[in-house]
């Protein structure tokens, strides 16, 4: 950095130390203490000129393409490459570079939050500032290196956007860019004739030129929303997210420039973009904006998948209650069966990891058995249920309180009797089982120690039950997230109809061939998410071994199975004493397996809706009031789903 550029540099970070602050969301102090610097450089014309002449020094700096063109834009590398750079220059930044326009706004505003404060204050109080320096001619009657590295910035915004275009990706989601006339090819053959003239000392780019710009980068938003929206159905990947979240903002920053160059007033338009470049500068080493930003239509996808699912766990009257009843009983059997397997293959003391994968096949099987009959797990509804009511609270408003708080009120008593219907069927089959056991095979079931410990692991207090909780409700969300993966992903790489043309599958028949595709369509999310699950279950022991940390799984179903078996084996005297307890503790478990794992799905939901928590505190509120009014209504449904508890 030369000396003249190191004393604008300095000029300007002292002004902006005197506006800063103490806190950076304190705005009306920033406005305050600006329109003091304002009126400051108006009664004192040599400040006036110093600051003038610090600001000129740093925007007529030559080859500042990169900051306009790239602060703040997805680079080419790609989602993960350019993740990984963010968490490498999170740890250890990269170095200064003085002759950088960002490096010196950074230098300039150093605090990390300076870009709140900063996009807070109204932008006609920061033209004020320039303005009390003097007059600021129009960008296009300039000839100097602030325009010609701005006219830099145009080109390549426009030629990267075309180029984006191209990818192969982008048009198998979009076949009409092949067809007809791609809008962002067209907008960068455009730009260059403009440009072209311009250096060959035409005519600068005006008002109306720009306005044409902006119905090719309509038509070029328009494409990009149409893509998004047919993602829902069609599926998307993470690359295809990245290369629409890089579209849209080459459209925003090529509009900005353009905006400022062509402006007849340049400072309405250019402190809007230094707004815009400050906090993407500031903005640039952020892993968790970076992923949600690039992320947000995958995660929506997702949840999405998981909605749809949700539905179906969603009953609204007296017939669809009974149904998921009948549902979750028919899963209470398949669960007594995994739990006496699980006593029974621990039995066998096999090495821990082999006893691990085998208590991870034990439940991961189970589960898909339960799937692929039509039975219910009820811990597993609320991360489908959760993404139904995000979608339902974006698409009503906070205003439709009523319409939501029925929804959740469905989930809620759907929630009560799935729960009720797993363990009111797996708890007494455990039992019989258990009172069985010795007469068919004359010996016990287990040792009694054996026996004991599974009351003693639901202990509420004696134990870590309630904690162990926690971490099931964690695998039964990261479940979810896995089933609506993987749904995501089979629409979007087409399986169904790739089943039914791979020659691998010729010997089925093409009937046979397209059902099986269709049937894996369907179910695949479900399949792996349940076996997901079923591998996070059996392998905690094992990581609590490896790693020596306390790390176990607890989980309603099977622990009411565990209670059923230990009261008949032990009897009903050796229990009397810790029976009530290990009852709290099932309550307790099945409390905190289905809070965990709905408050997680919630969130996620909601945050790839782009909602904010206040939307779901109004709510919250609504159903607290209708609970304290009628809490049957929470348990027991209506006769049909046309009758609506009075309000």
Known sequence: MNDQISTAVACLARLIDRVRPADPEDVAAATQALEAETAR??????????FRDALLGLLTQPNQLAFYAETGVPSALGFWLELSQRIQHKLLPPVMEPGRLRDQMLCIFHAPYDHLWVSAIPDEIWSGLI????????????????????????????????????????LQAEPALEEFESPFLAQNATLVRVLERVRAGGAMLDAAEVRDMD????????????????ARENGISVRLSYLLSRML???????????????????????????????????????RSFIADNVGLLARNMTDSASRQGEHYIAADRAEWWDIARSAAGGGIIIALMALLKIQLALLHLPPLTEAFAFSLNYGLGFVLIHLLGFTVATKQPAMTAASIAAVVEASGPRELDKLCALVQNVIRTQFIAVLGNVGLALPLACLIAGLWPLLFAAPLAPAGKIASLLGDIHPTHS??????????????????VSGYFDNRVRYRHLAPRIAQAPLFLWLGEA???????????????????????????????????????????????????????????????????????????????????????????????????LGAQHMLHLGGHVLRRFLRQPLSFVLPPRKATETPEQ
Not at 154 to 164: I, K, P, Q
Not at 550 to 555: C, G, L, Y
């Open 41 to 50: 450089l108006r009664a004192r014309p040599e400040e006036a000129r110093a």
């Open 512 to 610: 046979r061939a397209v059902r099986l595709g269709n049937y894996l369509d369907t179910h695949i999310g479900a399949i792996l998410g349940n076996l997901f699950f079923g591998f996070y279950l059996g392998m905690a022991g094992a990581v609590s071994v490896l790693t020596g940390l306390p790390i176990d799984i607890r989980h309603v179903a099977f622990s009411s199975a565990n209670l059923g078996t230990a009261v008949t084996t032990l009897g009903f005297d050796a229990t009397r004493e810790i029976l009530p307890w290990a009852i709290s503790g099932v309550i307790g478990i099945a409390a905190i397996n289905l809070f965990v794992s709905f408050s997680l799905a919630l969130y996620v939901a909601m945050k790839s809706r782009r």
């Open 215 to 230: 119905v090719l980068l309509d038509q070029c938003d328009k494409v990009i929303e149409r893509i998004r929206r047919r």
């Open 131 to 170: 303005m009390a320096t003097g007059p600021v001619a129009p960008l296009s009657q300039s000839n100097g290196q602030d325009l010609d590295s701005l006219l830099d910035t145009v080109r390549a915004l426009s030629y990267r956007l075309a180029g984006v275009a191209l990818d192969r990706e982008l």
């Open 464 to 481: 870590a039950a309630l904690l162990f909780a926690a971490v099931a409700g964690i695998g039964l969300f990261l479940s979810g997230l």
């Open 249 to 287: 903002q080459l459209i925003a920053r090529l509009r900005q420039v353009l905006d400022l160059i062509a402006a007849e007033s340049c400072l309405a338009q250019a402190v809007p973009l230094f707004k815009t470049l400050l906090q993407a500068a500031k903005n640039q080493r952020f892993v």
